[in-house]
């Protein structure tokens, strides 16, 4: 699969070979150990994968439901009568098959996929860069497509990429795509990057989205034993990046956005002792005064006497 696809998750061969992903893991680490191929954070690659760059085809059939519910999300971000930049990407066409229900939408892309998928919504006005055809990812690159965003101002730009790590931010393994990336980033006053789980701690070659320029990062919840993802994401968060995860349990991260910032400290809650039901904690004020004690042990020991 590897050999075909160019990567695959550990997710998609745990579900082809209908076993664990503790086992699959297991096995990829065996093979890595043989120089058959390498490991990459939630997934594996050919050897010497850092450079190079899967095609569409293989792409797509890479981390499908999350990069659906990614979309899902990152859609539910985007307002009727918005102008907008979507970028090249599997993540992002799915991202444009959901926005051609948005009322009057403009969308600007440097994508044929992203164009296609938008291509029949009589509400959305749809803006193709210039620039030379890409085949392996249908994108226009190039010093045309870069000159065509020149002036250009937008709210949100949505962009994806190959790898993404706190350190650097998002990048991609080619040179021209990287360049356009970066001009569709310069054109909006907010960054909204697309990254299924397989691709935090992944780095590759050409930055296009710093870490300090990324608004918010919608990404989908990494497996239990991805000690890599959730760190990973956490060095984000303290980075400043609103962190969204989709399709997650969890209430604070389930379509509401993790601030990406440390938790607030509130000032404490006042402690109840252990086993002691409210009833029975007193103020100070109401405690009995100790003369009182006093009088009352000498009255219980006259009684006894008696």
Same mark, same amino acid.
């Given at each position: ?57 293989? &792409? ?6 999350? &990069? ?59 803006? =193709? ?26 709210? @949100? ?17 080619? =040179? ?22 397989? &691709? ?9 989205? +710093?870490?300090?320029? =990324?608004? @918010?990062?919608?990404?989908?919840? +990494? ?24 399709? *997650? ?29 409210? *009833? ?22 006259? =009684?006894?006497?008696?």
């Amino acid at each position: 699969m590897v050999r075909a696809n160019g990567a695959v998750s550990l997710r998609e061969l745990a579900r082809v070979v209908q076993t664990s992903e503790v086992t699959v893991r297991r096995d990829v680490r065996a093979l890595e150990a043989e120089g058959l191929l390498d490991r990459r954070h939630g997934g594996a690659v050919l050897p010497g994968g850092f450079t190079r760059e899967s095609g569409f085809p293989q &792409k797509s059939h890479l981390a499908t439901a999350e &990069k659906t519910a990614i979309a899902d999300v990152a859609a539910s971000l985007v307002e009727e009568g918005e102008a907008i930049v979507v970028g090249a990407g599997t993540t992002t066409q799915e991202l444009a098959r959901r926005l051609a229900r948005v009322p009057g939408l403009t969308v600007v892309t440097n994508s044929l996929l992203v164009a296609q998928a938008l291509a029949h919504a009589n509400r959305v006005e749809v803006v =193709m860069t210039g620039g030379t055809l890409r085949g392996s990812n249908y994108a226009l690159v190039g010093s045309g497509a870069e000159q065509s965003l020149q002036g250009l101002r937008v709210s @949100r730009a949505f962009l994806s990429g190959s790898g993404l790590t706190a350190e650097r931010g998002l990048s991609t393994s080619n =040179m021209l795509s990287a360049s356009v990336d970066r001009a569709l980033v310069q054109a909006a006053a907010e960054v909204v990057v697309l990254a299924d789980h397989t &691709k935090l701690g992944t780095d590759t070659m050409f930055q296009t989205v +710093p870490t300090d320029v =990324m608004t @918010r990062l919608v990404t989908d919840e +990494p497996p239990p034993h991805d000690d890599r993802a959730a760190t990973e994401l956490q060095a984000l968060a303290d980075q400043g990046v609103q962190i969204t995860v989709a399709g *997650s349990a969890h209430p604070a991260a389930a379509g509401d956005p993790m601030q990406g910032r440390r938790p607030r400290r509130d000032s404490p809650l006042p402690v109840q002792r252990r086993g002691a039901p409210p *009833s029975q904690l007193r103020s100070a004020s109401s405690l009995p005064d100790p003369g009182d004690r006093e009088r009352e042990r000498a009255r219980v020991a006259d =009684m006894r006497r008696r």
